[in-house]
């Protein structure tokens, strides 16, 4: 770790608005499994052979769950890769994964 | 109905088509044209062989066995594409900096290119996915015979089932071995096979959606009256469990990331981020819409296909029982599609994982010491991958085979899941955590598979088959906390769960602690380094240290690995890199590091260090080596300044020696001016007595007061010279030591008092002493007279020597823990500096002789005090003459 000690303490604490939006990308794409998981795993709660969850009504669940994911994740994607095209000056950090 | 030539026909047909996409798609490539081969969508569509034709009739199958549970095999993917930052991120860009070639060579050459790890991580994966492959052999076959059902006429052949198996292995074989192993590097991209699997993943999509729009809109009649029926179904229900909901959903999602042929397609063929990026949403939308129409067409086989019917083929036998044989025919081709790109890719992975880290490292091992590798290493390399090939499939082929393809291979692929599972927390530990260790990797890896192997893929055979009955009852040995599928005692859960759990978690547990436990050998440290800070680190650590390698022997071997050509314009930029002009590079440790990594994406990470390390001579740096070297300067630089030192000390002493011979010149010649001196002053009073005594002898009328006179004369002469002669005597007494030291109690004002009156009383002079008396009140335990003696003479001496016209004297007593400091400062010219070390010696007196002394008395002094254990010093830079006497307060106690 200390060979990258000069390059850490350089690092700036506040950065532009365009690196500052690729960033909270990233965090988006960080948190967006999070959030998948969350609601595939609501199933856990629902009662087992009863009529009280209709398998209809998972079916729809589970595959809006999905469509919305694919949707985020596209919408992700596309934003970093706008980002990126469109960045006058490359995050000196893109390649990193812990940036601040 | 459509015949079975027919269907053998299309069969061929679309196979045919295949080998043409691979082939044009190799073509392309090779002209340079194949930009699109590398588009984000064709390694997307790709990834499609996760979805094999387990997932594409077993899918169906399972939706009717166990309801919604079939979706989890699709959400762990889904969730880990979504999440591809966190982890595929990582490893892909690993898969890429590394020129990593397998799951196996990853793991081994994240520690420390270890050929174990990477011989287990290949003999695990082979275990795993021999069934699976049987199971996609299976498939072709049974969706055959739902034709051969459908088509009386066709002739009954005996053990067709197994021929079909058998040519089916032996076509993917034969197209495995050409397009699969068309170029050594394994890391380069296989862009016929990519591009054909690809072509495939669309034909299964299209396929399955084609199903699933014919039974929604042609058999069920819309969305809603779907829903409807499926709640009116026997799947109408939630009837999954939370456990196996949970745990396959993490299983497939482990599975995904560490299974041979997903890895293969997902990191080893990966060419950028850009790919990535697009398959994050792309594969979980492929995921969803192959798995969209599941449930309606598990439910429409179930209301419409008789009773006992299989359902894992609901997907064929659904619109062959419509009638629809042009769906029926691409649902059979979709099926197909699935195994054959499943076992394609599966087969080249798994026989690169066994050509480099089983058969290399053996072949390497049997021609150890050659220097130079005689035969075509390529050669050896490309067969050895072929006949891999060949025996991957020849071995899901045997198993299929022998296991007669019954019920029991359906349930395979959970538990093939399960155990290339294992290899996760070494992945996962290994990418994210610099603490990881080889030995913790081998030790997790070991308690998985055999967890794994004793609950769960053994006893999948069925109990009685490889493991007795009463094992599952009494446990080994009548251990009944070891039963198989109640490990530690805990029964009821669900056999896969049971494995899951127990495998993975004492897997981590175990690969953590002997981590933590452990220390990693040099070049772990190295690797580990380079795989945890993939991002930060861009080249890496060297490794190899500049040797004896010859660069010739390097390029032999390099070219019969990579061939002549690519070899030769390596070697050529690498030489332009290094600033030379020919066209062999020297070896410098960049070399061998770049050398070794592209040899490393040819035969795996393990044999390249070998087969360089062969050449080198086992040069390869170890973090011993380097603190050798360390150590090594460490001794230099303290031996170094060892030296400094003594030539220090040696500059010093000659110094001294300098001045010791300066003094002795002075000091003989001061004793040669003394002897004359002293001869004179011994003459002087001599010649005086001898000629008074002569006047006395010869003169007989002499008056009387003459008389006297001249007797009183001679009388005074013989004193000088006793005094003279006893100062002698005094200086040799104190000289040999042979004083006897009267030591008593005295103040030192009343010795410095007796000392002036003394003084003052021998010569007459105008001299002023100064004293401050309360300073003066020291008690002291010493020799009081000799004190007295030293005293005296110092104030003589000023009396006689001090040169100011109004000469005054100062004594300063200071008072000093156990010691007492008197200084005797005059108001003159002081002591020349080239005299002040020569003042102390005998005979030695300064400067114009003023006053007749001997020239004894510093000297006498200065016995004296080293006799009373003291000191007596010239004080230079006072404005005169200064003299520091040190007194020990008390002799008795510091003597002691």
């Given at each position: 770790?200390?060979?990258?000690?000069?390059?850490?303490?350089?690092?700036?604490?506040?950065?532009?608005?365009?690196?500052?939006?690729?960033?909270?990308?990233?965090?988006?794409?960080?948190?967006?499994?999070?959030?998948g998981l969350l609601l595939w795993m609501v199933p856990l709660l629902w009662p087992l052979n009863t009529e009280a969850v209709s398998a209809s009504g998972a079916l729809v669940f589970l595959f809006t769950v999905w469509a919305g994911l694919?949707?985020?994740?596209?919408?992700?994607?596309?934003?970093?890769?706008?980002?990126?095209?469109?960045?006058?000056?490359?995050?000196?950090?893109?390649?990193?994964?812990?940036?601040? | 109905?459509?015949?079975?030539?027919?269907?053998?026909?299309?069969?061929?047909?679309?196979?045919?088509?295949?080998?043409?996409?691979?082939?044009?798609?190799?073509?392309?490539?090779?002209?340079?044209?194949?930009?699109?081969?590398?588009?984000?969508?064709?390694?997307?569509?790709?990834?499609?062989?996760y979805c094999t034709a387990w997932t594409f009739y077993g899918a169906v199958g399972t939706a009717v066995r166990g309801g919604f549970e079939y979706l989890t095999i699709y959400l762990g993917p889904s969730l880990v594409?979504?999440?591809?930052?966190?982890?595929?991120?990582?490893?892909?860009?690993?898969?890429?900096?590394?020129?990593?070639?397998?799951?196996?060579?990853?793991?081994?050459?994240?520690?420390?290119?270890?050929?174990?790890?990477?011989?287990?991580?290949?003999?695990?994966?082979?275990?795993?996915?021999?069934?699976?492959?049987?199971l996609?052999?299976?498939s072709?076959?049974?969706?055959?015979?739902?034709?051969?059902?459908?088509?009386?006429?066709?002739?009954?052949?005996?053990?067709?089932?197994?021929?079909?198996?058998?040519?089916?292995?032996?076509?993917?074989?034969?197209?495995?071995?050409?397009?699969?192993?068309?170029?050594?590097?394994?890391?380069?991209?296989?862009?016929?096979?990519?591009?054909?699997?690809?072509?495939?993943?669309?034909?299964?999509?299209?396929?399955l959606?084609?199903v699933g729009?014919?039974v929604v809109?042609?058999l069920m009649g819309g969305v809603t009256e779907t829903l409807a029926r499926i709640d009116a179904s026997a799947l109408g229900e939630w009837q999954v469990s939370g456990g196996r909901w949970a745990g396959l959903t993490f299983l497939s999602a482990a599975a995904f990331?560490?299974?041979?042929?997903?890895?293969?397609?997902?990191?080893?063929?990966?060419?950028?981020?850009?790919?990535?990026?697009?398959?994050?949403?792309?594969?979980p939308?492929?995921l969803m819409l192959m798995s969209l129409f599941i449930v309606p067409i598990a439910v429409a086989g179930l209301e419409i296909l008789p009773a006992g019917a299989n359902p894992d083929l609901f997907v064929l036998t659904l619109?062959?029982?419509?009638?629809?044989?042009?769906?029926?025919?691409?649902?059979?081709?979709?099926?197909?599609?699935?195994?054959?790109?499943?076992?394609?890719?599966?087969?080249?992975?798994?026989?690169?994982?066994?050509?480099?880290?089983?058969?290399?490292?053996?072949?390497?091992?049997?021609?150890?010491?050659?220097?130079?590798?005689?035969?075509?290493?390529?050669?050896?390399?490309?067969?050895?991958?072929?006949?891999?090939?060949?025996?991957?499939?020849?071995?899901?082929?045997?198993?299929?085979?022998?296991?007669?393809?019954g019920a029991a291979l359906s349930a395979i692929g959970l538990v093939s899941f399960t155990?290339?599972a294992?290899?996760?927390?070494?992945?996962?530990?290994?990418?994210?955590?610099?603490?990881?260790?080889?030995?913790?990797?081998?030790?997790?890896?070991?308690?998985?598979?055999?967890?794994?192997?004793?609950t769960l893929?053994?006893p999948s055979?069925g109990?009685?088959?490889?493991?007795?009955?009463?094992?599952?009852?009494?446990?080994?040995?009548?251990?009944?906390?070891?039963?198989?599928q109640a490990?530690?005692?805990i029964e009821g859960l669900d056999a896969l769960l049971h494995t899951v759990l127990w495998?993975l978690?004492?897997?981590?547990?175990?690969?953590?602690?002997?981590?933590?436990?452990?220390?990693?050998?040099?070049?772990?440290?190295?690797?580990?380094?380079?795989?945890?800070?993939?991002?930060?680190?861009?080249?890496?650590?060297?490794?190899?240290?500049?040797?004896?390698?010859?660069?010739?022997?390097?390029?032999?071997?390099?070219?019969?690995?990579?061939?002549?050509?690519?070899?030769?314009?390596?070697?050529?930029?690498?030489?332009?890199?290094?600033?030379?002009?020919?066209?062999?590079?020297?070896?410098?440790?960049?070399?061998?590091?770049?050398?070794?990594?592209?040899?490393?994406?040819?035969?795996?990470?393990?044999?390249?260090?070998?087969?360089?390390?062969?050449?080198?001579?086992?040069?390869?740096?170890?973090?011993?080596?380097?603190?050798?070297?360390?150590?090594?300067?460490?001794?230099?630089?303290?031996?170094?300044?060892?030296?400094?030192?003594?030539?220090?000390?040696?500059?010093?002493?000659?110094?001294?020696?300098?001045?010791?011979?300066?003094?002795?010149?002075?000091?003989?010649?001061?004793?040669?001016?003394?002897?004359?001196?002293?001869?004179?002053?011994?003459?002087?009073?001599?010649?005086?007595?001898?000629?008074?005594?002569?006047?006395?002898?010869?003169?007989?009328?002499?008056?009387?007061?003459?008389?006297?006179?001249?007797?009183?004369?001679?009388?005074?002469?013989?004193?000088?010279?006793?005094?003279?002669?006893?100062?002698?005597?005094?200086?040799?007494?104190?000289?040999?030591?042979?004083?006897?030291?009267?030591?008593?109690?005295?103040?030192?004002?009343?010795?410095?008092?007796?000392?002036?009156?003394?003084?003052?009383?021998?010569?007459?002079?105008?001299?002023?002493?100064?004293?401050?008396?309360?300073?003066?009140?020291?008690?002291?335990?010493?020799?009081?007279?000799?004190?007295?003696?030293?005293?005296?003479?110092?104030?003589?001496?000023?009396?006689?020597?001090?040169?100011?016209?109004?000469?005054?004297?100062?004594?300063?007593?200071?008072?000093?823990?156990?010691?007492?400091?008197?200084?005797?400062?005059?108001?003159?010219?002081?002591?020349?500096?080239?005299?002040?070390?020569?003042?102390?010696?005998?005979?030695?007196?300064?400067?114009?002789?003023?006053?007749?002394?001997?020239?004894?008395?510093?000297?006498?002094?200065?016995?004296?005090?080293?006799?009373?254990?003291?000191?007596?010093?010239?004080?230079?830079?006072?404005?005169?003459?200064?003299?520091?006497?040190?007194?020990?307060?008390?002799?008795?106690?510091?003597?002691?």
């Amino acid at each position: 770790m200390s060979a990258e000690g000069p390059a850490r303490r350089a690092r700036p604490l506040f950065v532009a608005r365009e690196t500052y939006r690729r960033r909270r990308l990233r965090d988006a794409a960080r948190a967006l499994p999070v959030l998948g998981l969350l609601l595939w795993m609501v199933p856990l709660l629902w009662p087992l052979n009863t009529e009280a969850v209709s398998a209809s009504g998972a079916l729809v669940f589970l595959f809006t769950v999905w469509a919305g994911l694919v949707i985020v994740a596209g919408a992700l994607v596309s934003a970093m890769n706008a980002t990126d095209r469109g960045a006058a000056v490359p995050d000196p950090l893109a390649d990193e994964d812990d940036e601040p | 109905m459509i015949a079975m030539q027919a269907l053998a026909v299309i069969s061929v047909a679309y196979v045919l088509f295949l080998f043409a996409v691979a082939f044009f798609a190799e073509r392309a490539a090779r002209r340079g044209r194949g930009a699109w081969l590398r588009a984000p969508v064709i390694y997307t569509l790709s990834l499609s062989i996760y979805c094999t034709a387990w997932t594409f009739y077993g899918a169906v199958g399972t939706a009717v066995r166990g309801g919604f549970e079939y979706l989890t095999i699709y959400l762990g993917p889904s969730l880990v594409l979504i999440g591809w930052f966190w982890i595929l991120r990582r490893l892909v860009r690993i898969g890429r900096s590394q020129r990593i070639t397998s799951v196996a060579d990853l793991i081994s050459s994240r520690y420390g290119k270890s050929n174990l790890l990477g011989v287990g991580v290949t003999v695990l994966s082979v275990i795993a996915a021999t069934p699976y492959i049987a199971l996609q052999l299976q498939s072709v076959v049974l969706s055959v015979d739902a034709f051969r059902h459908a088509d009386p006429a066709a002739p009954v052949v005996a053990d067709s089932q197994t021929m079909t198996a058998f040519w089916v292995a032996a076509g993917l074989a034969v197209f495995t071995v050409i397009f699969g192993t068309r170029n050594l590097d394994a890391n380069e991209r296989h862009h016929g096979v990519v591009t054909a699997i690809a072509v495939e993943a669309i034909v299964k999509l299209a396929a399955l959606l084609a199903v699933g729009i014919f039974v929604v809109w042609g058999l069920m009649g819309g969305v809603t009256e779907t829903l409807a029926r499926i709640d009116a179904s026997a799947l109408g229900e939630w009837q999954v469990s939370g456990g196996r909901w949970a745990g396959l959903t993490f299983l497939s999602a482990a599975a995904f990331l560490c299974l041979p042929r997903m890895f293969q397609v997902m990191v080893v063929e990966n060419d950028s981020d850009a790919q990535l990026r697009m398959a994050s949403w792309a594969f979980p939308l492929y995921l969803m819409l192959m798995s969209l129409f599941i449930v309606p067409i598990a439910v429409a086989g179930l209301e419409i296909l008789p009773a006992g019917a299989n359902p894992d083929l609901f997907v064929l036998t659904l619109p062959l029982a419509s009638g629809q044989e042009g769906l029926a025919v691409l649902s059979f081709l979709g099926g197909f599609s699935s195994a054959t790109s499943m076992v394609i890719v599966a087969a080249i992975a798994l026989s690169t994982m066994v050509s480099n880290h089983i058969v290399m490292p053996i072949w390497l091992r049997l021609r150890e010491g050659t220097a130079s590798f005689s035969g075509d290493v390529r050669k050896v390399v490309l067969r050895s991958r072929r006949l891999s090939i060949a025996g991957v499939l020849l071995l899901g082929y045997l198993y299929y085979s022998v296991s007669g393809g019954g019920a029991a291979l359906s349930a395979i692929g959970l538990v093939s899941f399960t155990g290339v599972a294992q290899v996760l927390p070494a992945m996962l530990g290994g990418i994210f955590w610099r603490g990881a260790t080889r030995a913790g990797a081998l030790a997790g890896l070991s308690v998985g598979f055999v967890i794994w192997m004793y609950t769960l893929f053994l006893p999948s055979f069925g109990a009685g088959t490889l493991l007795p009955v009463n094992l599952f009852d009494q446990g080994p040995l009548g251990i009944a906390w070891l039963r198989p599928q109640a490990l530690f005692g805990i029964e009821g859960l669900d056999a896969l769960l049971h494995t899951v759990l127990w495998s993975l978690s004492l897997n981590a547990v175990v690969f953590i602690s002997v981590s933590l436990l452990s220390f990693p050998q040099p070049l772990e440290r190295l690797q580990g380094a380079q795989f945890v800070t993939t991002d930060h680190v861009g080249g890496g650590a060297r490794s190899w240290s500049s040797s004896a390698a010859q660069a010739e022997d390097l390029m032999v071997m390099t070219q019969r690995i990579l061939g002549a050509r690519e070899a030769q314009d390596l070697f050529l930029t690498e030489a332009q890199r290094q600033g030379l002009s020919g066209s062999l590079p020297d070896p410098t440790p960049d070399f061998l590091e770049v050398l070794e990594k592209r040899l490393s994406g040819a035969v795996g990470a393990a044999t390249a260090h070998a087969m360089v390390g062969q050449i080198v001579g086992g040069a390869a740096v170890s973090v011993q080596d380097l603190m050798a070297v360390a150590d090594e300067t460490a001794q230099m630089m303290e031996y170094s300044a060892r030296l400094e030192a003594q030539s220090q000390e040696l500059t010093r002493t000659a110094r001294q020696l300098r001045e010791a011979n300066e003094k002795l010149t002075r000091l003989s010649v001061q004793k040669d001016a003394f002897l004359s001196q002293i001869s004179h002053e011994l003459r002087t009073p001599m010649t005086s007595i001898r000629a008074f005594s002569e006047i006395l002898r010869d003169s007989a009328d002499m008056r009387p007061s003459d008389q006297t006179r001249y007797a009183s004369i001679i009388h005074d002469e013989a004193l000088r010279l006793t005094r003279l002669l006893d100062d002698l005597l005094d200086l040799s007494v104190l000289e040999n030591g042979q004083v006897n030291l009267n030591l008593r109690h005295g103040m030192l004002a009343d010795v410095l008092d007796r000392a002036a009156a003394a003084a003052s009383a021998e010569e007459t002079g105008p001299l002023t002493i100064r004293r401050r008396s309360d300073n003066e009140e020291v008690l002291l335990y010493t020799d009081i007279d000799r004190l007295s003696q030293v005293f005296i003479n110092l104030i003589a001496n000023a009396r006689k020597y001090c040169d100011a016209p109004d000469p005054v004297l100062e004594i300063r007593v200071r008072g000093d823990v156990g010691r007492v400091v008197i200084d005797f400062i005059d108001n003159g010219s002081g002591v020349a500096p080239d005299a002040q070390d020569v003042i102390f010696e005998k005979f030695s007196r300064v400067g114009e002789q003023k006053a007749g002394g001997a020239g004894l008395g510093l000297a006498i002094s200065r016995q004296i005090m080293v006799r009373l254990g003291g000191t007596i010093s010239y004080l230079p830079g006072q404005g005169g003459a200064a003299f520091r006497v040190v007194l020990p307060t008390d002799l008795a106690l510091a003597a002691q």
